[in-house]
């Protein structure tokens, strides 16, 4: 069966399974296995230049050793009495503000109650947990301080393995790199940043897209990243 019929089939929220049943039809699957799904799928953003899932930056459980994700765990995520340090008291919002910031989902294209792909997402999550359980810590450093203690390269390029080359790729060369947008490290920063290339690095691993900087990444807060473990990637990037 051609690529074009695949894609039709799972336009209709089925899933071939293989190629004789595809032939001849699918299997329906439950909103908590379409909610799964689309928790994997970059295509669930809407926008043909997106390249990140809701998994590049969450785990439905426990955080994988090796991995240093920005969202951290959802484990219990509904039973949160609100999210995004309390701006957000809505599940289908705070998904929402994810899909806006930071997976290029155009204004119009947000989620309602009435969109399936919000409910079958909403279904996978209640599989994490619903008991009531506080708010995850998230501290975003404002005013970031660029006097970091010593760092450590060799962590940094571990670091760098578990929270930044999944979208960035290999350093200087971007081999791996699986987000398009995502620029060439360091050098790109340096060329366009010169003398203050290592603010720039560390106001955007601490603010993301926020706070006028633009772009898609997510910021790392302190609970997700201390400020020892910047430096450590400071000392990697051997930034000017």
Same mark, same amino acid.
């Given at each position: 069966m051609s690529r074009v019929a695949l894609d039709a089939l799972a336009s209709r929220r089925c899933v071939p399974l293989g190629v004789l049943i595809a032939i001849v039809g699918c299997v329906e699957r439950t909103a908590v296995e379409r909610g799964r799904a689309a928790f994997a799928d970059p295509r669930v953003s809407g926008s043909p230049t997106n390249d990140v899932a809701c998994a590049d930056c969450h785990a439905p459980g426990?955080?994988? %050793? @090796?991995?240093? *994700?920005?969202?951290?765990?959802?484990?219990?995520?509904? &039973?949160?009495?609100?999210?995004?340090?309390?701006?957000?008291?809505?599940?289908?919002?705070?998904?929402?503000?994810?899909l806006f910031y930071f997976m290029r989902t155009p204004y119009s294209r947000l989620l309602t109650p009435q969109t399936p792909v919000g409910l079958d997402l909403l279904a996978f999550l209640e599989t994490l947990g619903v008991e009531p359980s506080p708010p995850v810590p998230f501290t975003v450093v404002r005013r970031p301080s660029l006097a970091?203690?010593?760092?450590?390269?060799? %962590? @940094?390029?571990? *670091?760098?393995?578990?929270?930044?080359?999944?979208?960035? &790729?290999?350093?200087?060369?971007?081999?791996g790199a699986r987000n398009r947008n995502a620029p060439v490290v360091p050098d790109a920063t340096i060329a366009e940043h010169g003398e203050y290339a290592l603010e720039r690095v560390v106001y955007k691993v601490r603010h993301g897209g926020f706070f006028g900087l633009g772009g898609d990444m997510p910021p790392y807060s302190l609970?997700?990243?201390?400020?020892?473990?910047?430096?450590?990637?400071?000392?990697?990037?051997?930034?000017?």
């Open positions: 426990p955080v994988p %050793a @090796g991995r240093v *994700l920005a969202g951290g765990s959802l484990e219990g995520v509904l &039973g949160r009495p609100h999210w995004w340090g309390g701006a957000v008291r809505d599940p289908l919002e705070a998904v929402n503000a994810c970091l203690p010593p760092g450590d390269p060799a %962590a @940094g390029a571990a *670091l760098w393995n578990a929270a930044c080359a999944s979208c960035h &790729g290999e350093l200087r060369t971007r081999r609970e997700v990243l201390s400020d020892e473990q910047l430096a450590d990637l400071v000392a990697y990037l051997e930034l000017p």
